[in-house]
């Protein structure tokens, strides 16, 4: 039990557990699952389908934030991702007859790159990471606008229109495609971060730079990486957003997700000033955000003060990560003995 | 002096978990004296300053400040009672200026605004009683170390401040800062107040102090009168065993064929710009090669040089026979080289890991990312090295920022033993750690050279310096100036050199 509590996992997955039961309890038909045409329908079914972009954008921005840096430039990516995929499929630019794999190649491609620009900046020019990832945030809906020549692209007549729509919003063995596609990922980004030493170094070199520049670690290079991978999953995340709407509009996909996907990895128990992290505590923290969403409403909320309560329940769940918080409002009883072991072991420095 | 006590701690009683940190402690601090608290790492030292500070809470016990008996809710609290603290690390803003340094939080207005002519006018006098004339709307971090120390101390002054607590301030200044500060605590003392000194230097100690308190393992050895304390009972009272083991000559043994020993690094006329001028220097298996010099020589920023941590601008460095060009650390770790920087908390420790990862980090990075050292492996290695160097901790998963000075520092040098070096630097890799640790550390380091490896010493002890390095090459001013070797080796003869120098 005591190891549980201790786990990054813990608290947002109590979160999440909260979430839910408050749901079973209120909400009608809140886990009723439907089977229309072989394909799963039901609150929880898109929950699990609509979080998937935000799920992608959050682990590479967990590993930004691992370094102690930012990527607010993700929303903009999306939007640049989208807008090259539909374009590309509908045959507005180059000459890729309308092919599929070119229009997903290079949609991840330019978030590739994306993601060397802001590395760039970060590691090598030393820029600090939200002005460096400010300056694509806003440039890069400009970028997509350009592609787009300043139009909202729709391919409802494109003739690989169908195979597109499916990565989004298909559904295989009656699940979600796009669940599929998260899982896979996460599963490699786990991989890559627990089989080989890139989880140790990001760690390190979050906690403290210099030391582990003298250790060894080539910080600038993992910096580096960080934002190629996040600019990657940005891209991808854009794939599955225009996919879902079988068009790309450069002024609203992905606008405000990078806020979103901050969130998450602090609703996750990530901190942002760098070190330890976990990614499936940050994808955990997405199903907060999306289960929030959609709890509000499912519940018939009137939608002038959505984002009222959301932030009142987000701002309760931070709160409730915190041990001091919990202490003050619980008291010592509800303090779990992790947090007095914390506490004690901070002042067990003697010397 | 007065007899009056002006501080009474009895019967002091703290506990972690784990840990019996202070049992049963008594202090007494009477009004008008300097009085050193003493004992190694983990005696209890920070323990009492925080139980009495109100940083800690105590378990058990007695606090009376004249005749009143306290207890400290917070720094804050007991900074209002009169006890002000000035720590090891100078926790000021560098980028505010001296004036707003000491009056910050508590700003004096006028009118509602803030009456910055008289926050200059106080802080101009307030420095002047410490005798320091300095242009005080400066930003701070324009100033040297030890006039920050002074401003820390002035600040901890002006709160009306009858006891005023001392946390090693002295291991970041010279020789010259040092006697500055002595003779302000002097004054103070004169002035009536009680002065808490902890520091790790003993010859301070006598310089300053009337009495002494000696803490070990959380328990009170004793206090005692300075004057009738000699300095070998001192340091047996504080490791509680014989001086002899410590006093003796570690060298090793200096007849060895110094001219058959082979040279793993020379690095010849290699310079780097603005960081050392040029200089030439052989590094050799199975030596330990001493770097003197004072603070700010270059001999620091000749071990970076070697380390790959700063550029070589001109010259060339061989290793082996083949010359290199090391681009970052991580070439030179590649090249059998390692180094426990200078500065442990800013470029040694990674704080919020684990000792595990503390030590394996070097070797991983060596390795590269895709030969990854498995969990099982990880914690072999930790635990051999937590074993091989005595470090003190509840187990290897602690984290390093939870470890004593001593403790830190061994797992540093942990780190880069994992990473099997050829040449081992340490750049004063005793600094602020207790005797007992400082005596290892340094048997340690001839214990390496006797079984091959090169080793290159820095440290501002020049005791330490004499006691371990069977060469030296002398630095002042950024500039290597010769070197010494066997019987030329004394305190004179590295003295004579770098005043020659200039």
Same mark, same amino acid.
């Given at each position: 039990?005591?190891?549980?509590v201790?786990?990054? &996992?813990f608290?947002?997955?109590m979160a999440?557990?909260?979430?839910?039961?408050f749901?079973a309890l209120?909400?009608?038909?809140?886990?009723s699952i439907?089977i229309? $045409?072989?394909?799963?329908y039901?609150? @929880?079914?898109d929950?699990?389908?609509?979080?998937?972009?935000?799920a992608?954008?959050?682990m590479?921005? +967990?590993?930004?934030?691992?370094?102690?840096?930012?990527?607010?430039?993700?929303?903009?990516?999306?939007?640049?991702?989208?807008?090259?995929?539909?374009?590309?499929?509908?045959?507005?630019?180059?000459?890729?007859?309308?092919?599929l794999?070119a229009?997903l190649?290079?949609? =991840?491609?330019?978030?590739? &790159?994306?993601g060397?620009?802001?590395g760039?900046?970060?590691?090598?020019?030393k820029?600090?990471? @939200?002005?460096?990832?400010l300056?694509?945030?806003?440039?890069?809906?400009?970028?997509a606008?350009?592609?787009t020549k300043g139009?909202?692209?729709?391919i409802?007549?494109a003739?690989?229109?169908?195979?597109?729509?499916?990565?989004g919003?298909g559904y295989?063995?009656?699940?979600?495609?796009?669940v599929?596609?998260?899982?896979?990922v996460?599963?490699?980004i786990?991989?890559?971060?627990?089989?080989?030493?890139?989880?140790l170094?990001?760690?390190?070199?979050?906690t403290?730079?210099?030391?582990?520049?003298? #250790?060894?670690?080539r910080?600038?290079?993992?910096?580096l990486?960080t934002?190629v991978?996040?600019g990657f999953?940005?891209?991808l995340?854009?794939?599955?957003?225009?996919?879902?709407?079988k068009?790309?509009?450069c002024?609203?996909?992905?606008?405000?997700? $990078?806020l979103?996907?901050?969130l998450?990895?602090?609703?996750?128990?990530n901190s942002?000033?760098?070190g330890?992290?976990?990614?499936?505590?940050?994808v955990?923290g +997405?199903?907060?955000?999306?289960?929030?969403?959609t709890?509000?409403y499912a519940?018939?909320v009137?939608?002038? *003060?959505?984002?009222l309560?959301?932030?009142i329940?987000?701002i309760a769940?931070?709160l409730f990560?915190?041990?001091?918080?919990r202490?003050?409002?619980?008291?010592?009883?509800m303090?779990?003995k992790?947090?007095k072991?914390l506490?004690?072991k901070?002042?067990?420095?003697?010397s | 002096?007065?007899t009056?006590p002006?501080?009474?701690?009895r019967?002091?009683?703290?506990?972690?978990p784990?840990?019996? #940190?202070?049992?049963?402690?008594?202090?007494?601090?009477r009004?008008?004296?300097?009085?050193?608290?003493l004992?190694?790492?983990?005696?209890?030292k920070?323990?009492l300053i925080?139980?009495l500070t109100?940083v800690?809470?105590?378990?058990?016990g007695?606090?009376?400040?004249?005749?009143?008996e306290?207890r400290?809710?917070?720094p804050?609290h007991s900074?209002?009672?009169?006890?002000s +603290? /000035?720590y090891?690390?100078?926790?000021?803003?560098?980028?505010?200026?001296?004036?707003?340094?000491?009056?910050?939080g508590? !700003?004096p207005?006028?009118n509602?605004?803030?009456?910055?002519?008289?926050?200059n006018?106080?802080?101009?006098n307030?420095l002047?009683? =410490?005798n320091?004339n300095?242009?005080? +709307?400066?930003?701070?971090?324009?100033?040297?170390?030890?006039?920050q120390?002074?401003?820390?101390?002035?600040?901890a002054l002006?709160v009306e401040?009858?006891?005023?607590? &001392?946390?090693?301030?002295?291991?970041?200044?010279?020789?010259a $800062?040092?006697?500055?500060?002595?003779?302000?605590?002097?004054q103070?003392r004169?002035?009536?107040m009680? *002065?808490?000194?902890?520091t790790?230097?003993l010859?301070q100690?006598?310089?300053?102090?009337d009495?002494i308190?000696i803490?070990?393992?959380?328990e009170?050895?004793?206090?005692f009168l300075a004057?009738?304390?000699?300095k070998i009972?001192?340091?047996?009272?504080m490791?509680?065993?014989?001086?002899?083991t410590?006093s003796?000559t570690?060298k090793?043994?200096?007849?060895?064929k110094e001219?058959?020993?082979?040279?793993f690094?020379?690095a010849?006329? #290699?310079?780097?710009i603005g960081?050392?001028?040029?200089?030439?220097l052989d590094i050799k298996?199975?030596?330990?090669?001493?770097?003197?010099?004072?603070?700010?020589s270059? %001999?620091?920023?000749?071990?970076?040089?070697m380390?790959?941590?700063?550029?070589v601008?001109?010259?060339?460095? /061989?290793?082996?026979?083949?010359?290199?060009? =090391?681009?970052?650390?991580?070439?030179?770790?590649?090249?059998?080289? #390692?180094?426990?920087?200078e500065? %442990?908390?800013?470029?040694?420790?990674l704080?919020? =890991?684990?000792? %595990?990862e503390?030590i394996?980090?070097?070797l991983?990075a060596?390795?590269?990312l895709?030969?990854?050292?498995?969990?099982?492996?990880?914690e072999? *290695?930790a635990?051999?090295?937590?074993?091989l160097?005595?470090i003190?901790t509840?187990g290897r998963e602690?984290?390093?920022k939870?470890?004593?000075?001593g403790?830190?520092?061994?797992?540093?040098?942990?780190?880069?033993l994992?990473?099997?070096p050829?040449?081992?630097?340490?750049?004063?890799?005793?600094?602020g750690i207790?005797?007992g640790?400082k005596?290892?550390i340094?048997?340690?380091?001839?214990?390496?050279?006797?079984?091959g490896m090169a080793?290159?010493?820095i440290s501002?002890e020049?005791?330490?310096?004499?006691?371990?390095?069977s060469?030296?090459?002398?630095?002042?001013e950024k500039?290597?100036?010769?070197? &010494?070797?066997?019987d030329?080796?004394? !305190?004179?003869?590295?003295?004579?050199m770098?005043?020659?120098?200039?």
């Amino acid at each position: 039990m005591n190891k549980l509590v201790r786990s990054r &996992l813990f608290w947002p997955l109590m979160a999440l557990i909260m979430l839910l039961i408050f749901n079973a309890l209120f909400t009608k038909n809140f886990f009723s699952i439907q089977i229309i $045409e072989g394909h799963l329908y039901g609150n @929880v079914i898109d929950i699990l389908k609509n979080v998937a972009p935000l799920a992608l954008l959050a682990m590479g921005m +967990t590993l930004v934030i691992a370094t102690g840096g930012i990527d607010i430039s993700v929303g903009s990516v999306v939007a640049i991702s989208g807008a090259i995929a539909c374009s590309i499929i509908d045959g507005r630019i180059g000459n890729f007859n309308n092919s599929l794999i070119a229009a997903l190649t290079l949609a =991840l491609i330019s978030g590739l &790159l994306c993601g060397v620009w802001n590395g760039l900046l970060v590691a090598k020019v030393k820029i600090q990471p @939200v002005v460096a990832t400010l300056i694509l945030m806003t440039a890069g809906r400009g970028i997509a606008q350009l592609i787009t020549k300043g139009k909202i692209v729709t391919i409802n007549s494109a003739p690989k229109v169908n195979e597109y729509y499916f990565i989004g919003a298909g559904y295989l063995f009656g699940i979600p495609f796009a669940v599929f596609i998260v899982l896979i990922v996460l599963v490699f980004i786990l991989f890559f971060v627990k089989k080989t030493a890139f989880g140790l170094f990001l760690e390190s070199l979050g906690t403290n730079n210099r030391s582990s520049h003298l #250790a060894g670690i080539r910080v600038d290079k993992l910096k580096l990486i960080t934002y190629v991978i996040s600019g990657f999953m940005a891209a991808l995340a854009g794939i599955l957003i225009s996919s879902n709407i079988k068009g790309a509009d450069c002024n609203n996909a992905g606008l405000f997700i $990078e806020l979103d996907a901050i969130l998450a990895v602090a609703i996750g128990g990530n901190s942002l000033n760098g070190g330890r992290f976990s990614i499936t505590s940050s994808v955990v923290g +997405t199903l907060v955000i999306q289960c929030l969403t959609t709890t509000v409403y499912a519940l018939g909320v009137p939608p002038q *003060i959505i984002s009222l309560v959301k932030a009142i329940v987000i701002i309760a769940i931070c709160l409730f990560q915190s041990n001091q918080f919990r202490e003050a409002v619980f008291g010592r009883l509800m303090v779990s003995k992790k947090s007095k072991d914390l506490s004690a072991k901070k002042g067990a420095q003697i010397s | 002096m007065t007899t009056k006590p002006l501080l009474t701690m009895r019967n002091i009683c703290k506990g972690f978990p784990g840990v019996k #940190a202070l049992s049963d402690v008594d202090f007494t601090l009477r009004a008008g004296e300097i009085h050193s608290l003493l004992g190694e790492n983990g005696a209890g030292k920070s323990t009492l300053i925080k139980v009495l500070t109100g940083v800690e809470k105590l378990d058990s016990g007695q606090i009376e400040l004249n005749g009143q008996e306290i207890r400290t809710k917070s720094p804050k609290h007991s900074q209002e009672l009169g006890i002000s +603290t /000035v720590y090891q690390e100078v926790n000021l803003c560098a980028n505010l200026s001296v004036a707003e340094n000491i009056f910050i939080g508590r !700003e004096p207005k006028k009118n509602g605004m803030i009456d910055w002519k008289a926050i200059n006018t106080r802080t101009k006098n307030l420095l002047k009683k =410490l005798n320091i004339n300095i242009d005080v +709307t400066q930003t701070l971090g324009n100033y040297s170390v030890a006039i920050q120390q002074m401003v820390a101390i002035a600040r901890a002054l002006d709160v009306e401040a009858k006891v005023l607590i &001392l946390d090693e301030p002295t291991s970041s200044l010279d020789t010259a $800062e040092c006697e500055k500060l002595f003779g302000v605590m002097k004054q103070l003392r004169n002035e009536g107040m009680g *002065i808490i000194f902890v520091t790790h230097f003993l010859d301070q100690v006598y310089a300053v102090s009337d009495r002494i308190t000696i803490l070990r393992n959380g328990e009170l050895v004793g206090e005692f009168l300075a004057e009738k304390l000699p300095k070998i009972e001192l340091i047996g009272k504080m490791i509680g065993k014989d001086y002899d083991t410590l006093s003796k000559t570690i060298k090793s043994s200096q007849n060895d064929k110094e001219a058959e020993k082979e040279i793993f690094l020379r690095a010849d006329k #290699a310079s780097s710009i603005g960081n050392i001028k040029e200089f030439s220097l052989d590094i050799k298996k199975s030596e330990v090669l001493g770097l003197a010099g004072l603070l700010g020589s270059g %001999r620091s920023e000749t071990a970076r040089v070697m380390f790959g941590a700063d550029k070589v601008s001109s010259g060339e460095i /061989v290793i082996k026979g083949e010359k290199v060009v =090391l681009r970052n650390p991580l070439d030179a770790i590649k090249e059998g080289i #390692a180094y426990c920087p200078e500065d %442990r908390k800013t470029d040694a420790i990674l704080g919020n =890991l684990s000792i %595990r990862e503390n030590i394996i980090v070097a070797l991983q990075a060596k390795y590269g990312l895709f030969k990854f050292i498995g969990r099982k492996e990880q914690e072999e *290695i930790a635990d051999r090295y937590i074993k091989l160097l005595d470090i003190k901790t509840p187990g290897r998963e602690q984290l390093i920022k939870n470890l004593s000075g001593g403790n830190q520092q061994k797992v540093i040098l942990a780190r880069w033993l994992a990473t099997n070096p050829d040449l081992l630097i340490l750049d004063e890799p005793t600094r602020g750690i207790d005797i007992g640790t400082k005596a290892e550390i340094q048997k340690l380091v001839v214990k390496f050279a006797d079984e091959g490896m090169a080793v290159v010493f820095i440290s501002s002890e020049m005791d330490e310096m004499l006691r371990c390095c069977s060469r030296m090459a002398v630095f002042s001013e950024k500039e290597k100036l010769g070197e &010494l070797e066997g019987d030329e080796i004394s !305190e004179q003869e590295i003295m004579k050199m770098i005043a020659g120098g200039k």
